[in-house]
Protein backbone atom coordinates (compact mmCIF):
# COMPACT_ATOMS: atom_id res chain seq x y z
CA UNK A 1 0.00 0.00 0.00
CA UNK A 2 2.87 2.32 0.61
CA UNK A 3 4.51 1.89 -2.93
CA UNK A 4 1.22 2.07 -4.66
CA UNK A 5 0.48 5.94 -2.27
CA UNK A 6 3.96 6.61 -3.41
CA UNK A 7 3.03 6.26 -7.06
CA UNK A 8 -0.27 8.52 -6.75
CA UNK A 9 2.13 11.76 -4.99
CA UNK A 10 4.18 11.04 -8.09
CA UNK A 11 1.49 11.75 -10.54
CA UNK A 12 -0.25 14.48 -8.72
CA UNK A 13 3.65 16.61 -8.77
CA UNK A 14 4.26 15.13 -12.50
CA UNK A 15 0.70 16.20 -14.42
CA UNK A 16 0.86 19.99 -13.77
CA UNK A 17 4.32 19.90 -14.90
CA UNK A 18 3.75 17.78 -18.37
CA UNK A 19 0.44 19.60 -18.49
CA UNK A 20 2.61 23.08 -18.65
CA UNK A 21 5.23 21.77 -20.92
CA UNK A 22 2.76 19.96 -23.74
CA UNK A 23 1.31 23.84 -23.56
CA UNK A 24 4.31 25.47 -24.34
CA UNK A 25 5.43 23.29 -27.13
CA UNK A 26 1.79 24.36 -28.74
CA UNK A 27 2.68 27.89 -28.00
CA UNK A 28 5.83 27.14 -30.03
CA UNK A 29 4.27 25.12 -33.05
CA UNK A 30 1.81 27.44 -33.52
CA UNK A 31 4.00 30.36 -33.86
CA UNK A 32 6.09 28.73 -36.02
CA UNK A 33 2.83 28.10 -38.00
CA UNK A 34 1.65 31.21 -38.09
CA UNK A 35 5.19 33.52 -38.76
CA UNK A 36 4.76 34.14 -42.31
CA UNK A 37 5.70 37.26 -42.83
CA UNK A 38 8.54 38.19 -45.40
CA UNK A 39 11.33 40.73 -45.96
CA UNK A 40 12.25 42.15 -48.93
CA UNK A 41 15.51 40.37 -48.98
CA UNK A 42 12.50 37.43 -49.86
CA UNK A 43 11.30 38.96 -52.56
CA UNK A 44 12.54 37.61 -55.71
CA UNK A 45 12.02 40.35 -58.91
CA UNK A 46 10.91 38.30 -61.88
CA UNK A 47 11.63 40.66 -65.56
CA UNK A 48 8.72 41.49 -66.97
CA UNK A 49 8.17 40.80 -70.77
CA UNK A 50 5.98 43.66 -71.60
CA UNK A 51 3.91 43.19 -74.87
CA UNK A 52 4.09 47.00 -75.70
CA UNK A 53 8.41 46.34 -76.77
CA UNK A 54 7.26 44.88 -79.41
CA UNK A 55 6.93 46.66 -82.96
CA UNK A 56 5.67 46.31 -86.25
CA UNK A 57 7.70 48.16 -88.94
CA UNK A 58 6.55 48.09 -92.60
CA UNK A 59 9.24 48.98 -95.03
CA UNK A 60 10.89 49.54 -98.50
CA UNK A 61 13.86 50.02 -100.30
CA UNK A 62 16.21 50.16 -103.17
CA UNK A 63 18.95 48.11 -104.23
CA UNK A 64 22.33 48.73 -106.06
CA UNK A 65 20.38 47.67 -108.67
CA UNK A 66 17.63 49.95 -108.79
CA UNK A 67 15.27 47.05 -107.99
CA UNK A 68 12.48 48.33 -105.56
CA UNK A 69 11.37 45.78 -102.48
CA UNK A 70 9.36 46.10 -99.30
CA UNK A 71 8.98 44.19 -96.20
CA UNK A 72 8.62 43.50 -93.11
CA UNK A 73 10.66 44.19 -89.65
CA UNK A 74 9.35 42.81 -86.34
CA UNK A 75 11.60 44.53 -83.17
CA UNK A 76 11.83 44.14 -79.42
CA UNK A 77 13.37 46.44 -78.22
CA UNK A 78 14.38 47.49 -74.69
CA UNK A 79 18.06 48.48 -73.66
CA UNK A 80 19.36 45.34 -75.58
CA UNK A 81 16.69 43.49 -77.43
CA UNK A 82 16.19 41.49 -81.13
CA UNK A 83 14.72 42.06 -84.23
CA UNK A 84 13.73 39.78 -87.08
CA UNK A 85 13.37 41.15 -91.17
CA UNK A 86 11.92 39.58 -94.32
CA UNK A 87 12.59 41.75 -97.43
CA UNK A 88 11.35 40.89 -100.81
CA UNK A 89 10.62 42.50 -104.28
CA UNK A 90 7.50 39.98 -105.35
CA UNK A 91 6.70 36.86 -104.58
CA UNK A 92 7.86 35.01 -107.16
CA UNK A 93 11.06 33.15 -105.79
CA UNK A 94 12.22 31.86 -108.88
CA UNK A 95 15.48 29.95 -108.74
CA UNK A 96 17.63 28.05 -111.53
CA UNK A 97 21.19 25.75 -111.14
CA UNK A 98 22.33 27.31 -115.11
CA UNK A 99 24.08 30.46 -115.37
CA UNK A 100 24.60 32.94 -118.72
CA UNK A 101 26.26 36.30 -119.38
CA UNK A 102 25.07 39.19 -120.52
CA UNK A 103 25.48 38.15 -123.94
CA UNK A 104 23.32 34.85 -123.57
CA UNK A 105 26.04 32.18 -123.35
CA UNK A 106 25.59 29.43 -121.44
CA UNK A 107 28.55 27.90 -118.89
CA UNK A 108 29.06 25.12 -121.96
CA UNK A 109 29.87 27.83 -124.34
CA UNK A 110 26.49 27.45 -126.48
CA UNK A 111 24.28 30.68 -127.28
CA UNK A 112 21.27 30.16 -125.55
CA UNK A 113 17.48 30.86 -126.62
CA UNK A 114 16.33 33.63 -124.93
CA UNK A 115 12.92 35.26 -125.62
CA UNK A 116 14.47 38.51 -124.03
CA UNK A 117 12.26 38.43 -121.20
CA UNK A 118 13.88 38.84 -118.24
CA UNK A 119 12.68 39.30 -114.33
CA UNK A 120 14.48 39.91 -110.85
CA UNK A 121 14.10 37.93 -107.89
CA UNK A 122 14.98 39.34 -104.19
CA UNK A 123 14.83 38.12 -101.19
CA UNK A 124 16.25 39.02 -97.88
CA UNK A 125 16.03 37.05 -94.53
CA UNK A 126 18.12 38.71 -91.04
CA UNK A 127 18.04 38.93 -87.82
CA UNK A 128 19.82 40.67 -85.04
CA UNK A 129 20.09 42.88 -82.11
CA UNK A 130 18.94 46.01 -80.69
CA UNK A 131 20.60 48.59 -78.71
CA UNK A 132 19.42 51.55 -76.82
CA UNK A 133 22.15 54.15 -77.56
CA UNK A 134 20.39 57.07 -76.58
CA UNK A 135 16.68 57.94 -75.29
CA UNK A 136 14.86 56.84 -78.25
CA UNK A 137 17.69 56.22 -80.27
CA UNK A 138 18.06 52.60 -81.57
CA UNK A 139 20.74 51.09 -83.38
CA UNK A 140 20.31 47.77 -84.94
CA UNK A 141 22.85 44.94 -86.24
CA UNK A 142 21.88 41.73 -88.10
CA UNK A 143 22.76 39.23 -90.17
CA UNK A 144 21.15 36.05 -92.12
CA UNK A 145 20.73 35.13 -95.80
CA UNK A 146 19.61 36.86 -99.16
CA UNK A 147 19.77 36.80 -102.99
CA UNK A 148 19.26 39.12 -105.92
CA UNK A 149 18.72 36.96 -109.22
CA UNK A 150 18.85 38.39 -112.52
CA UNK A 151 16.77 35.94 -114.46
CA UNK A 152 16.21 35.24 -118.55
CA UNK A 153 13.80 33.36 -119.71
CA UNK A 154 14.61 30.71 -122.86
CA UNK A 155 12.35 29.67 -125.60
CA UNK A 156 11.10 26.75 -123.87
CA UNK A 157 9.56 28.96 -120.56
CA UNK A 158 13.26 28.17 -118.52
CA UNK A 159 14.83 30.76 -116.70
CA UNK A 160 18.48 31.39 -116.48
CA UNK A 161 20.43 33.03 -113.96
CA UNK A 162 22.87 36.02 -115.63
CA UNK A 163 26.17 35.63 -114.42
CA UNK A 164 27.65 39.60 -113.74
CA UNK A 165 24.33 40.69 -111.95
CA UNK A 166 23.14 37.82 -109.92
CA UNK A 167 24.61 37.39 -105.87
CA UNK A 168 23.54 35.47 -102.97
CA UNK A 169 24.86 34.41 -99.76
CA UNK A 170 25.13 36.05 -97.12
CA UNK A 171 24.04 39.60 -95.50
CA UNK A 172 24.85 41.71 -93.11
CA UNK A 173 21.88 44.43 -91.97
CA UNK A 174 22.38 47.42 -89.68
CA UNK A 175 20.83 50.80 -89.42
CA UNK A 176 19.05 53.26 -86.56
CA UNK A 177 15.33 53.29 -85.80
CA UNK A 178 14.35 56.38 -83.89
CA UNK A 179 11.21 56.79 -81.97
CA UNK A 180 9.30 59.66 -81.56
CA UNK A 181 6.10 59.08 -79.18
CA UNK A 182 6.12 56.03 -79.79
CA UNK A 183 5.96 56.98 -83.91
CA UNK A 184 9.36 54.81 -85.32
CA UNK A 185 11.01 55.94 -88.38
CA UNK A 186 13.67 53.47 -89.32
CA UNK A 187 16.59 53.89 -91.81
CA UNK A 188 19.17 51.17 -92.67
CA UNK A 189 21.46 49.53 -94.99
CA UNK A 190 22.08 45.51 -95.94
CA UNK A 191 24.05 44.00 -98.79
CA UNK A 192 24.92 41.11 -99.80
CA UNK A 193 28.21 39.62 -99.79
CA UNK A 194 29.61 43.91 -99.59
CA UNK A 195 28.68 43.01 -103.78
CA UNK A 196 24.97 44.11 -103.43
CA UNK A 197 24.20 46.93 -101.42
CA UNK A 198 20.37 47.84 -100.30
CA UNK A 199 18.86 51.14 -98.70
CA UNK A 200 16.39 50.85 -96.27
CA UNK A 201 13.25 53.00 -94.89
CA UNK A 202 10.47 52.05 -92.63
CA UNK A 203 7.51 53.73 -90.59
CA UNK A 204 6.09 51.47 -87.50
CA UNK A 205 4.12 51.87 -83.88
CA UNK A 206 5.57 51.21 -80.51
CA UNK A 207 1.96 49.65 -78.88
Not at 65 to 78: E, I, N, R, S
Not at 94 to 115: C, I, M
Not at 177 to 206: D, H, M, P
Request: charged residues 20%; negative net charge.
Amino acid sequence: MKRIYKYLLCLVFLLPGLAVAQETESDFSREAVTDTTFSEDDIVEISDINGSHFCPILGVGITSHKDFTFGLTLAYMQQFGGYISAQVNNFDFEKSSKFVNSDGVADNGQKAFLTGDSKVSRLSLVGGVTYVVVPDLIAYLGGGYGYRRLLYETCDGAYLKEHDNTVEGYEVDFGVIANFNNFLVKLGCNTIKFKSAELRAGLGWRF
